[in-house]
């Protein structure tokens, strides 16, 4: 008895794979053959303690993909993205990029915003020969994964560096340090920052760290207390560090806290509420930037999806868009070809600024601002500008 | 000396937790045997009950900006340990009492499976986002002398305290606490001078879980963010301090759970701070190779 029943479990197993593995193929035998259809995969951080990052390049992405679609696509195909929620973990990641290349046949990959979900990520889609674009993954040693690894928004060492500079020139000169351990973000953006900062004349009077996740900060920020910093650097992710926030201020440690472009979400101020004042970070864009491009972003953004949109969707729009732009460019869709066209990407005009392939597949000397909260909104504090002129005559123009 | 009693006050406070958890798993292991894996996600759902009763009460009780009072913030709190005993009830009757006379390892397999089944129907059911606690009392900042604490640390200790003065009254001073003392020396005699082994056996898990219901919204009201991944790691180090204090050792769980509390607030305001969540396997490490019966665990210590 218990052997028949093994072996119509086994009948029923043979069936059902049998079932299934035609029915995929003529899935992707029609939408290749009959669509006139590009597909793009995106993978991205939909849920998860990062979840506004992927919601918002999710928005962003479909955004310019929806507006380029209605003004006649690319070469008259029509853009399909395909989306795979990550759950912000990395071995998601592969998962998700795995099957969108293998399962979907997608000609290049968008995502991710956590670099170290991209690092996992990267060099999947290199040996399979499919161009990624990562919009907003900072960590520098994302786009050294390969010749199809791109990347259209500045790296940490621009970021760290660039912060160093502007936490120098406020005249501070005792900072503590408070880096993630398992994220290559924030790792690679602390020593960038500490680089610069000791360099300049700065001193880090402590350092903790702690494991993205974390509940308890108490510990490490009762530390960064007794030694009086006048900042306290944290390059993490917006989920904790409006918890660190929170700690800080209970603690009584009132030094603000400055970070980098992890802390870009319509969430951070409502976890770290009254706590964040004063404190600042680093992002791509100021959403109340008067460019008209800006603007006009902005407020479609706002008629379709009903929120100011973040750095993180600025990011997107520009990466799915200078996509959209390769594939038009492009002698065909194959993996090589597009390649060639994405790295020949050349002063694109995006809402996070002008845009250009470097020879490391970055896109080079892009603006940098930094936020700070106050009064429990975002306000522009400063803003880094490498092609100063360029962009000085681009405004003059306008 | 100030960071030294601040690290001491904050390790105590989340250590009072740990040692909630613990209990619920020192319990279970001195009357059945079983480590029961899934306890550390009853107190994920303790949590989300209280999540989910607090967004209700402020939607129509006490309105988004007011506070709850102190009878709402209690409600709360019942409600949480009311679902979570019925919880343990069920996950005993269901998952565990059809394999009383199999072999150990297949309830400890189960165990996992019920653990699995918690943290993955969370996902499925509550969305694995993190979500953020609601207030439930208004928070005040402390100043003792040098060191700055928070009512909530306060509200932890305390309610903690009175949790297990009354699992210690109820241990030693009930014929119920008798009647279970008896099973953990030894099931079949108990269950041959008449004592109800099953009744006992489903009341003991009830206990647990309302007191791991407890630990989730401390945890809650002290780290507003949750998920329904949350239970794994304060469920491990829970374990953990349970070892450490000798399994089935029930003054040994509450230490074990402070040790465990302080050690990590040390370490955590050391310079290795990057190495917090892995000291407490150390401590386990070292507990199974140099004093496997743990702290309190004598071979004749009373066990509970």
Known sequence: MKKNLALVLVAALVVAVAGCAPKSETGTATTAAGGGEILVGEYGSLTGPQGTFGTSTHNGIMMAIDEINANGGVNGKKIKVITEDDQSKQEEAATAVTKLISENNVVAVLGEVASSCSLAAAPICQQNKVPMITPSSTNPEITKKGDYIFRTCFTDDYQGHSLADYVLSEGIKNAALLTDVKSDYSQGLGHFFEERFTAGGGKIVARASYANGDSDFRAQLTTVKASNPQILFVPGYYTDIGQIAQQAHDLGLNAPLVGGDGWESPKLIEIGGKALEGSYYSNHYFYGDPTPMVHEFVQKYKDRFGATPDGMAALAYDAARVLADSLKRAKSTKGSDLRDAIAATKNFQGVTGMITIGPDRNALGKKLVIEEVKGGQLTLKATVDPQKNATGAATATH | ?304
């Open chain 2, 1 to 304: 000396m100030q960071i030294l009693l601040q690290n001491l006050l904050n390790g105590i406070a989340a250590g009072s937790i740990y040692a909630l958890i613990a209990l619920g798993y020192t319990m279970v292991y001195g009357i059945l045997k079983l480590i029961n894996f899934a306890h550390g996600d009853v107190f994920m759902l303790g949590s989300f009950t209280g999540y989910y009763a607090g967004r209700w009460a402020a939607a129509h009780i006490h309105g988004e900006d007011n506070a709850p009072t102190l009878f709402v913030a209690g409600g709360i709190m019942l409600l949480a340990m009311i679902v979570c005993g019925l919880f343990g009830y069920l996950n005993e009757r269901i998952a565990y009492r059809p394999l009383r006379n199999a072999p150990r390892i297949a309830s400890l397999i189960t165990a996992i499976g019920v653990s699995f089944f918690l943290e993955y129907g969370g996902q499925f059911v509550f969305g694995p986002d993190p979500k953020f606690f609601p207030t439930l009392v208004p928070k005040h900042i402390v100043h003792f002398g040098g060191i700055v604490t928070t009512n909530y640390q306060l509200i932890v200790l305390g309610v903690a305290l009175v949790f297990m003065a009354l699992l210690q009254y109820i241990i030693y001073g009930t014929k119920f606490g008798r009647a279970m003392r008896a099973v953990s020396f030894h099931f079949e005699t108990a269950s041959l001078m008449g004592i109800p082994t099953d009744r006992i056996i489903s009341t003991t898990f009830i206990l647990g879980s309302v007191l791991a219901a407890v630990a989730g919204i401390l945890y809650g009201l002290s780290y507003p963010k949750i998920d329904p991944l949350m239970g794994i790691m304060p469920g491990l180090k829970a374990f953990v301090a349970a070892v450490l204090g000798g399994i089935g050792n029930v003054p040994g769980a509450v230490v074990g759970g402070l040790i465990i509390g302080i050690v990590e607030a040390f370490v955590g305001g050391s310079s290795f701070s990057n190495y917090r969540d892995a000291i407490a396997f150390v401590i386990l490490i070292a507990i199974l190779l140099f004093r496997p019966s743990g702290l309190f665990g004598k071979s004749q210590a009373e066990k509970v």
